[in-house]
């Protein structure tokens, strides 16, 4: 599939959400039909009651018996179809909120796999970074166990997926009384992409280096006609 047949074709889900409103749309018309139907019904059920207990009454008790009979069984099989057409609203809410919840679900998914995604990017500058610097390997392994706990609490940086690499990097190296190597950070993928989205921490967004000056336009004031045809006239 291209680019741009992929572009184009809609998504399942949204094929779902909308087969399922236009089924609702179905089953709640055939509700209102079906309702009418049945208050018919009960209309002529009344009417035909009237016309055997009224005084003088004409309609013959078999013909009223068999009327009533058709009336009734109408209305009954009004009633078991709204009964079904409501089973099936119900289903549909099922559906839609098994969908819902599915949905849900996988958005935290996504939202917990770029997460784990940050921190371990931020685990593997921070590492490169301590192992460059430190000059033992305690010491490395004090400071990184140091940078590790702070980047466990959230009282102390927040929530790390809201925060960009550099800005992470570069709070816990100031905490650390650490000095990155900026200049070769910035040569990483993961720095290039935070320069050019403008997401990057100050020392890393100052070595992207701002876009440079328009060069000035030569200002040209207004011609001298008059000493131009007067140095033309003074002409050999």
Request: hydrophobic fraction near 40%.
């Amino acid at each position: 599939m291209t680019a741009a047949a992929a572009t184009s074709a809609p998504e399942p889900q949204a094929d779902a959400w909308e087969a399922e409103a236009q089924a609702r749309a179905v089953a709640q018309r055939q509700l209102q039909v079906l309702g009418r139907l049945a208050e018919i019904g009960l209309s002529i059920a009344g009417a035909l009651e009237q016309q055997v207990t009224a005084e003088g009454a004409k309609l013959a008790a078999g013909d009223a018996a068999l009327a009533y009979a058709r009336v009734s069984r109408a209305v009954r099989l009004s009633l078991a179809l709204q009964s079904s057409v409501l089973e099936g609203l119900q289903a549909l809410d099922r559906a839609a909120g098994s969908r819902l919840y599915e949905q849900r679900c996988k958005a935290e998914r996504d939202r917990q796999l770029r997460a784990q995604a940050h921190r371990e990017r931020v685990d593997r500058v921070l590492d490169r970074v301590i192992e460059k610097e430190a000059t033992s390997e305690a010491e490395g392994e004090r400071l990184a166990g140091e940078a590790h706990e702070r980047l466990e609490r959230d009282d102390i940086y927040g929530d790390l997926a809201e925060r960009s690499v550099s800005e992470i990097i570069d709070r816990v190296c100031r905490d650390l009384g650490l000095s990155p190597d900026w200049p070769s950070l910035a040569q990483e993928a993961w720095a290039q992409e935070e320069i050019e989205a403008r997401t990057a921490a100050a020392p890393l967004a100052a070595l992207g280096g701002p876009d440079p000056p328009a060069a000035p336009r030569r200002k040209v004031g207004p011609r001298n006609t008059r000493n131009t045809r007067k140095t033309l006239s003074q002409a050999p």
